[in-house]
């Protein structure tokens, strides 16, 4: 059994004394909870592909404290600069060009010439970033392809022992994954909807390029099925049958086997916080499917509509 702890000074510093010895420690930022390595340690960041079974040419993100620690490890554009400062610390991921001097493991980025960065905002990945120092290069802390983990026994679940530390910061506030901007060009492209809405985004630096679902080359990570549950998953569903599991949202009735709902008001964030908790509960092996009713698509919704259209998607 892997150990979790709360997250007080002497966690954070054994956290901190495990990264550095090449261990990984999953800690929880405003989104999902990640699954960290020293982002210069060769070895420990081949150990997250590993442990994830990830493939090789998917990139992971680096985490820093802010712009300044980013600085020795990408090269800032003005779209770059213009969403840090708007946005950082908080679940936004900028893909720039790689500082060819940066010392990090060529792992991380997949060999492509851009990385990802992000300053998360939740307090105990600070802390953790304040203690070691060095960016931590962290994937969210679930097997691939699978549902990503917003409490600390979602990744004890799914990785176990597999992690050498959980720290316990309680579920995540946002509960989705950072939105990711290609921002390394004149015109930022959205690669991943996620916790900062287009609109915010757009606000600052005006239209964002989409991305072509197939453009493995710009956005590796974009595979169609993801974050799937065991259950196959039914859209836009108004009515579920009987032996179905219903992930509701709004004023609708319960119904199917058993039902939970992301925000009964309608409130966009508040499904956020629940949708990856809910998708869990609700693949249980007594029901058929999982029938999800419809989300809006504004603001956070074009976010919740991605992850779930991926938990829909034919298995590959
Ligand atoms: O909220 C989050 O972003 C969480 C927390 C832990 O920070 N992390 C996360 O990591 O979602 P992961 O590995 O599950 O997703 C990272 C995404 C992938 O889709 C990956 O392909 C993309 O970022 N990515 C990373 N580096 C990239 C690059 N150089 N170019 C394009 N996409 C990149
Ligand atoms: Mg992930």
Not at 12 to 19: M, N, S, T, W
Not at 45 to 66: A, E, G, M
Not at 114 to 127: L, N, S
Not at 244 to 260: I, M, N, R, T, W
């Amino acid at each position: 059994m892997v150990r979790i702890l709360a997250p007080d000074r002497r966690a954070i510093q054994e956290a901190a004394g495990i990264l550095g010895a090449g261990g990984l420690v999953a800690f929880p930022t405003e989104t999902v909870y990640g699954l960290g390595a020293i982002a210069t340690n060769d070895r420990a960041v081949s150990r997250i592909f590993t442990v994830k079974q990830r493939p090789l040419h998917n990139p992971l993100i680096l985490h820093v404290l802010d712009r300044a620690a980013a600085n020795p490890l990408v090269v800032w554009t003005e779209p770059a600069s213009a969403l840090a400062d708007a946005f950082w610390p908080g679940p936004l991921t900028l893909v720039v060009t790689r500082e060819p001097s940066a010392p990090i493991s060529p792992l991380v980025t997949s060999g492509l010439p851009t990385v990802a960065v992000r300053a998360p905002a939740a307090p105990t990945a600070r802390r953790l970033l304040e203690e070691t120092l060095l960016p931590l290069a962290a994937p969210s802390a679930n097997p691939s392809g699978r549902v990503s983990p917003t409490t600390a026994a979602h990744v004890a679940d799914g990785l176990d022992d597999a992690v050498d530390l959980i720290l316990d910061g309680g579920p995540c506030s946002v509960g989705v994954e950072s939105t990711v901007v290609d921002v390394s060009g004149e015109q930022p492209v959205l690669l991943r909807p996620g916790g900062v809405a287009r609109g915010e985004l757009e606000a600052v630096v005006g239209p964002l390029a989409a991305v072509g679902r197939d453009d493995t080359v710009r956005s590796p990570g974009q595979l169609a099925s993801h974050y799937a549950p065991r259950r196959p998953v039914r859209l836009d569903a108004g009515d579920p049958a009987p032996d179905e599991a219903f992930l509701a949202f709004g004023d609708v009735p319960a119904g199917g086997a058993v039902s939970s709902n992301l925000s009964p008001s309608g409130d966009l964030e508040e499904a956020a916080r629940n949708l990856f908790a809910m998708l869990r509960e609700l693949d249980r092996d007594d029901v058929r499917a999982i029938a999800v009713a419809p989300i809006p698509r504004d603001g956070l919704g074009e976010a919740l509509n991605d992850r779930l259209a991926r938990a829909a998607a034919e298995r590959g």
